[in-house]
């Protein structure tokens, strides 16, 4: 698994891994787990029926401080169907213990059954002031191009106030297999209490998985790269 380029000992390394609900486990769990790597609370989620059902999608997410900037390699495998993978660095978190927030902050997922065009996620609500709120979203949809439609179609709806600077850091999939698409999208909030929610309107209707957690600290995103297997 590649790492993203100039990432730091201070940075955390987030891993998004999507496939058509087709995994084993063991493919990468051991192996991240012996290599420093933590699965984020409530991520680990299949939506869907058998491997070959067209709306089946299945969502990983994992974090990492990395102890040197020559990480060893971390092998995911071959699920199956398509294995399919993110791996973004974030700035400026905390530099000891767990770096998610706590409650529902720490992480929380959405289960989007009926195909939509429009997803939403969830609201956390932070103990934290300055905390950098992830949402990454899911889909079997069978598409080499990005899914969410960018710019004026992203909202930030409700929340306790004060939510800013939604970005869409990176959006993107494969055609390999059945198909599948992840996206993550950030946005800060400034103050502890209850976020906004992420409103995203999509390319073309679909099932979804959506997980959102905060990061505490003044969190900034870094490069990211992708990781695609047949």
């Given at each position: 698994m590649?790492?993203?380029?100039?990432y730091?000992?201070?940075?955390?390394l987030v891993l998004?891994?999507?496939?058509?609900?087709?995994?084993v486990?063991?493919?990468?769990?051991t192996?991240?787990t012996?290599?420093g790597w933590?699965?984020a609370?409530?991520?680990?989620?299949?939506?869907?029926?058998a491997?070959?059902?067209?709306?089946v999608?299945?969502?990983?997410?994992?974090?990492?401080r990395?102890?040197?900037t020559?990480?060893?390699?971390v092998i995911?495998?071959?699920?199956?169907?398509?294995?399919?993978?993110?791996?973004?660095?974030?700035?400026?978190?905390?530099t000891t213990?767990?770096?998610w927030?706590?409650?529902?902050?720490a992480?929380?997922?959405?289960?989007?059954g009926?195909a939509?065009?429009?997803?939403?996620?969830?609201a956390?609500?932070?103990?934290?002031?300055?905390?950098l709120i992830?949402?990454?979203?899911?889909?079997p949809?069978?598409i080499?191009?990005?899914?969410i439609?960018?710019?004026?179609?992203?909202?930030?709806?409700?929340?306790?106030?004060?939510?800013t600077?939604?970005?869409?850091q990176?959006?993107?999939?494969?055609?390999?297999?059945?198909g599948?698409t992840i996206?993550i999208l950030?946005?800060?909030?400034p103050?502890?209490?209850?976020?906004?929610?992420v409103?995203?309107?999509t390319t073309?209707?679909n099932?979804?998985?959506?997980?959102?957690?905060?990061?505490?600290g003044?969190?900034?995103?870094?490069?990211?790269?992708?990781?695609?297997?047949?």
């Amino acid at each position: 698994m590649a790492f993203p380029s100039g990432y730091t000992t201070s940075d955390i390394l987030v891993l998004v891994i999507e496939t058509a609900n087709d995994w084993v486990s063991s493919l990468w769990t051991t192996n991240l787990t012996n290599n420093g790597w933590a699965r984020a609370a409530n991520s680990n989620t299949i939506y869907g029926g058998a491997n070959t059902a067209a709306n089946v999608t299945y969502m990983d997410v994992w974090w990492s401080r990395p102890t040197t900037t020559s990480q060893t390699a971390v092998i995911l495998g071959d699920a199956g169907d398509h294995t399919l993978a993110v791996c973004a660095a974030f700035a400026n978190c905390i530099t000891t213990g767990d770096p998610w927030d706590t409650g529902t902050a720490a992480g929380i997922n959405v289960k989007v059954g009926v195909a939509t065009a429009q997803v939403n996620s969830f609201a956390v609500t932070t103990a934290t002031a300055n905390t950098l709120i992830l949402t990454v979203i899911n889909s079997p949809q069978d598409i080499a191009a990005g899914r969410i439609n960018a710019g004026a179609t992203l909202l930030l709806v409700g929340g306790s106030g004060g939510d800013t600077e939604l970005t869409e850091q990176c959006d993107f999939g494969t055609t390999s297999g059945g198909g599948g698409t992840i996206a993550i999208l950030t946005h800060r909030k400034p103050t502890a209490g209850a976020t906004a929610n992420v409103r995203a309107n999509t390319t073309i209707a679909n099932t979804a998985l959506i997980w959102t957690g905060a990061l505490i600290g003044l969190a900034d995103a870094k490069p990211w790269c992708q990781i695609t297997w047949v």
